[in-house]
């Protein structure tokens, strides 16, 4: 599932989500993990909440919760994702794209930053 090409560069930025973290105290550090799988797990989170991925890359994300769940990257259409269901979306356009369920957006959000 999830690749490990991006670990060794990503311990510099790991270690500044920890201080960001430490610092901020409230809201999750989150240090991309290059992945193009994202999970709705239980209950009502994107996980990882943001990814790393390469232009022309294709996210996919899985509704594993018991709940829909919608993804709707800003400024583009929402998309419905039922129990078990899963939607996929392609970036062909580097840059960092936030997105929302749009059932639960003060709970659910995410990134994914393309390269
Ligand atoms: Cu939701």
């Known amino acids: ?10 311990v510099a ?3 500044a989500g920890l201080l960001a973290a430490g610092c901020g105290g409230s809201g999750e550090a989150a240090e ?8 709705m797990v239980k209950s009502y989170r994107f996980d990882p909440k943001t990814i790393e991925i390469e232009s022309g890359d294709t996210v996919t994300w899985t509704n594993d ?26 970036f062909d356009t580097p840059g960092t794209y936030h997105y929302v369920c749009t059932l ?8 994914v930053i393309v390269r």
């Open 13 to 15: 930025l790991l270690a």
């Open 65 to 90: 919760d018991n709940f829909t769940h919608t993804v709707r990257v800003d400024g583009q259409e929402d998309h419905d994702v039922e129990q078990g269901e899963s939607v996929s979306i392609r």
């Open 104 to 111: 639960h957006s003060k709970d659910m959000d995410g990134e």
């Open 32 to 39: 991309p993990v290059a992945t193009t799988e994202v999970a």
């Open 1 to 10: 599932m999830s690749s490990n090409r991006f670990l060794l560069p990503s």
